[in-house]
C-alpha cells in the first residue's frame, strides 16, 4: 500500500446511513455521477449516439420489454446491435432511449443501487421503490438533458407486493425531470414510439399468453421500423432481431434470439405477402 493512502476503508465506507449506493457515490465521488460532470457550453445531441424504441406490454404471467437494436448519430447508423433493455434484478427489467453512453451508464448505475439496497437491507426494494430511485436518477441528468444528452428509461417489472396477479405487472415511463408515470397495459419510448404504441393499441389483449404477447411486440417494433429512420427493424441478412425479456413471478428472462427470429421472419413474410 502507497503511504500516502491512510490504511483501511475511508469512513465514508464504514458509517451507517442510507442504503443508497448512489448516496454513497455522492458523498465520497460525486464527479463519477453521470449528472454531475461539467460539459462544456452549447448543445451536444447531435454528437453521441442516440438509441430508440423500447415497448413494454402487461400479459398474463407478468409483463414484457423489447426494443429494437439501432443506434444513431445525426443520420448515419452509429451501431446496428446494440442491446437497450436489461434486467434491474431479479423481478424487474428497464430499457431507455436517448443518448447511448449516458443510457448505458445510469442502467448500469441503477443496477448497482438495487444490488446494494439488497445486500445492506438483506429484502428487495419494492417495486415502487424502484421506480422513485430511477426517477432520482433522471433529475440527477436534468443539466446534462438540458444541453441535447437525456436519457428517458422505461421500467417495467413483476410487483411481488400485488394484491392480485393481474395488477401484478408493472410499467412505468418518465419525463426528462425524472417525473413517474404509471402507465395501464402497455407503453412505448423514443423516437418511434408513436407508431410502436398505435400498433399496440390496437393488437393487444387482456391476459395475452406469452406467445402471442411476443408476436404483438416485434409487429409493434417493425411498424416503429416502417415509419422511423432511427427505428432498426429486422435484420435477416444479419440475424439482428429485437431483444425482448420478460419478467414474472418466476424471475426475468431473456427470450432466444432463434425464438424472435422465428417470429421476425414470420411478421416480413406476412407483410411481404400484403405490403401496406
Do not use: C
Not at 132 to 160: E, T
Not at 165 to 191: C, H, K, L, M, W
Not at 259 to 267: C, D, K, W
Request: charged share 20%; hydrophobic share 45%; no cysteine.
Amino acid at each position: 500500500m502507497p503511504a500516502d493512502l491512510p490504511a483501511g476503508l475511508p469512513a465514508a465506507y464504514l458509517a451507517a446511513g442510507s442504503p443508497s449506493f448512489t448516496d454513497l457515490l455522492r458523498s465520497v465521488a460525486p464527479d463519477l455521477l453521470p449528472g454531475r460532470r461539467p460539459l462544456p457550453p452549447g448543445h451536444a445531441g447531435d454528437l453521441a449516439p442516440h438509441a430508440t424504441t423500447i415497448v413494454a406490454a402487461a400479459y398474463a404471467d407478468g409483463v414484457l420489454m423489447a426494443g429494437d437494436r439501432r443506434a444513431t448519430m445525426g443520420n448515419m447508423i452509429a451501431q446496428r446491435d446494440i442491446e437497450k433493455v436489461s434486467a434491474a434484478d431479479a423481478y424487474s427489467l428497464v430499457g431507455f432511449a436517448g443518448t447511448a453512453g449516458i443510457g448505458m451508464e445510469m442502467i448500469r448505475l441503477f443496477q448497482l443501487e438495487l444490488e446494494h439496497y439488497e445486500k445492506i437491507e438483506s429484502t428487495l426494494l419494492t417495486l415502487d421503490g424502484k421506480a422513485n430511485r430511477l426517477a432520482s436518477m433522471i433529475r440527477g441528468n436534468l443539466g446534462a438533458a438540458m444541453q441535447g444528452l437525456a436519457v428517458l428509461p422505461l421500467f417495467a417489472g413483476f410487483d411481488l407486493d400485488a394484491d392480485t396477479p393481474a395488477r401484478a405487472a408493472r410499467i412505468f415511463s418518465y419525463d426528462v425531470t425524472g417525473g413517474p408515470y404509471d402507465e395501464q397495459n402497455f407503453a412505448g419510448i423514443g423516437s418511434g414510439s408513436l407508431f410502436a404504441r398505435g400498433s399496440l393499441k390496437k393488437l393487444w389483449r387482456p391476459e395475452m399468453s406469452r406467445e402471442d404477447v411476443i408476436r404483438v411486440a416485434v409487429e409493434a417494433l417493425y411498424d416503429a421500423a416502417d415509419d422511423d429512420s432511427a427505428t432498426g427493424g429486422p435484420d435477416l441478412v444479419r440475424k439482428i432481431y429485437p431483444l425482448v425479456m420478460l419478467a414474472t413471478a418466476e424471475g426475468v428472462a431473456r427470450v432466444s434470439d432463434d425464438e424472435i427470429g422465428r417470429l421476425a421472419e414470420a411478421v416480413v413474410a406476412e407483410r411481404t405477402a400484403n405490403p401496406v
